[in-house]
Nanobody, 119 residues
Framework: QVQLMESGGGLVQAGGSLRLSCAAS????????MGWYRQAPGKQRELVAV???????NYADSVKGRFTISRDKAKNTVYLQMNSLKPENTAVYCC?????????????WGQGTKVTVSS
């Protein structure tokens, strides 16, 4: 099992910044993709950003240029730097990692951290 500990959420005014962290621990073999998803009230969960094991990244169009995903392999941690936040970014942000073991990838999800952006 892999445990994910997220932190960094909170309340911020529009235009402000937050940095989310997600640290993986437990039976880690080889972490492949690590990413952030979010779910706003009444909406489906959506991908925010993902980073591969070699550092290639992909972002939702709505956050390009404002959010930056990064990872620290030594710490098994993925970060999401969120700048120029907007009220529509309000959501619960969840970390997702793929742990590769024996040729099979296993997905793990964090509990989520709430981000509230006030106007």
């Amino acid at each position: 099992q892999v445990q994910l500990m997220e932190s960094g959420g909170g309340l911020v005014q529009a235009g402000g910044s937050l940095r989310l962290s997600c640290a993986a621990s437990g039976s880690i073999f080889s972490l492949n993709a690590m990413g952030w998803y979010r779910q706003a009230p009444g909406k489906q969960r959506e991908l925010v950003a993902v980073i591969s094991s070699i550092g290639s990244t992909n972002y939702a169009d709505s956050v390009k240029g404002r959010f930056t995903i990064s990872r620290d392999k030594a710490k098994n941690t993925v970060y999401l730097q969120m700048n120029s936040l907007k009220p529509e970014n309000t959501a619960v942000y969840c970390c997702n990692v793929e742990n590769f073991r024996g040729g099979t990838g296993y997905d793990y999800w964090g509990q989520g951290t709430k981000v509230t952006v006030s106007s």
